[in-house]
């Protein structure tokens, strides 16, 4: 009984050590929505290609075609592991950033236009399998708490944008071709951190448990609230240069990288419940009247179990709401297509003003627009957290 309780807690400190690894992934995956950052340099080749306004236009549009082709991820994410689907996004965003950073920083000749639509179409999907890998992973590792999960991993995803921007502008002065750099090596360095480690691992199966995913969710929501309010201030206060620059930078990486204190936390309580375990296993007999009334339990269930499985042979009980289902069973229910039809109304229009918001910023009359995309996804964040909270709340 020791060895399975020390056995459970171990586990639980690994699936922790998952969670903040996912929101790592998370915090780097948003950069979908930072093309205003960088389409001022596509601008400028908009001559050396011989372009219009309408096709430099359409590369946009060809990134966010990208995250159409999400349904590859999610068909993936019924085959194949956890670690192939964060593979897969990490090497196309290498390869879709990394040519569109050859191409804006002149290191290659400008590609044929339908080849720089394929790029920048692989830059958009490659998030829709790091987004996948992680949320499927970890909600299913905290079934109970499905709400603060997708809250926080969401969140970190519209806080990236601003992540990406202010590092970019404190380290290299938000030059674009650096913001390309960025957007290729860090996702792929970030997501072969996590293969190592986001597992799916059983989850929470008692009271304890659950209380304990509820404390070390306040953290989590602590500590993103902090970075939020952190990267406002750096944007309200407008000093972006020298050693003040680097000091933010040195901070912001730092409260980052901050919740690995929470596996760490779990893994030394896991030490503790093992200790305790041992020593009760000492003063107890090795067969206790305890011990005998589980095995009867057990072999109760798994005759229960048995009965049940004969009279569903052939015959396949459907997924109820708030059980896995596969893509085929989710597109089968109600549920799913009022989701459908409700992202394809309402997310293009955020998208729209995200890709717009460098000129829309020019109009204005401002040279440095990277303060409107940071604020954008600041704000955009406390919406996504607030959401996944409040929607857990209503929902017990």
């Known amino acids: 009984m020791g060895f399975l309780r020390s056995s459970s807690s171990y586990s639980s400190a690994l699936k922790w050590l998952g ?12 950069n979908n929505y930072t093309f205003s950052n960088y389409s001022s340099a596509l601008n400028a080749l908009k001559s050396l290609m011989n372009l219009n306004q309408l096709q430099l236009n359409n590369l946009s549009v060809a990134k966010d075609v990208g995250k159409a082709f999400g349904i590859l991820a999610g068909l993936a994410s019924d085959r194949l592991s956890t670690p192939v ?28 236009y339908w080849q720089m639509c394929v790029f920048l179409c692989m830059g958009g999907n490659s998030t829709t399998w790091m987004n996948t890998a992680v ?11 499905r709400g603060p999960v997708s809250g926080i991993l969401k969140g970190y995803v519209g806080l990236s944008t601003a992540i990406f921007t202010d590092l970019c502008t404190a380290l290299f002065s938000n030059d674009p071709a650096s913001f390309l750099v960025l957007l290729a090596v860090v996702p792929f360095a970030v997501c072969l951190t996590a293969v190592f480690f986001l597992r799916e691992i059983p989850p929470a199966s008692s009271a304890d448990e659950e209380s304990e995913e509820t404390r070390y969710f306040a953290v989590f929501n602590i500590v993103a609230v902090v970075v939020a309010v952190y990267l406002q201030s750096y944007d309200i206060i407008g000093v972006k240069t020298g050693v003040f620059a680097v000091a933010f930078a040195s901070i912001l990486l730092f409260l980052l990288f901050s ?29 206790s009247s305890e011990i005998a009334e589980e095995k009867e339990v057990i072999a109760v269930e798994a005759a229960a179990a048995a009965v049940e499985e004969e009279n569903l042979v052939g015959e396949r009980k459907r997924p109820v709401l708030g059980e896995d289902h596969t893509i085929m069973e989710a597109m089968l229910t109600v549920d799913f297509w009022v989701l459908f039809v409700s992202f394809l109304c309402g997310v293009g229009t955020g998208l729209a003003v995200m890709n717009n918001m460098g000129q829309i910023g020019l ?29 857990e709340h209503f929902l017990k």
């Open 259 to 287: 919740p690995i204190a929470v596996p760490f936390h779990a893994f030394i309580k896991s030490l503790n419940r093992g200790e305790q375990d041992v020593e009760g296993q000492i003063q107890e007999p090795l067969l």
């Open 19 to 30: 969670f903040v690894t996912a929101v790592w992934v998370q915090s780097i995956s948003g």
């Open 363 to 391: 109009a204005l009359g401002y040279t440095d627009v990277s303060i409107f995309v940071s604020m954008t996804s600041i704000w955009g964040f406390f919406g996504r957290i607030l959401s996944g909270t409040l929607s």
């Open 85 to 112: 689907i964060l593979l897969i996004g990490c090497f196309e965003g290498l390869l879709g950033y990394g040519v569109q950073w050859l191409v804006v920083s002149r290191t290659i000749t400008p590609l044929p």
């Open 135 to 145: 949320l499927v992973t970890c909600i299913r590792n905290f079934r109970r708490n």
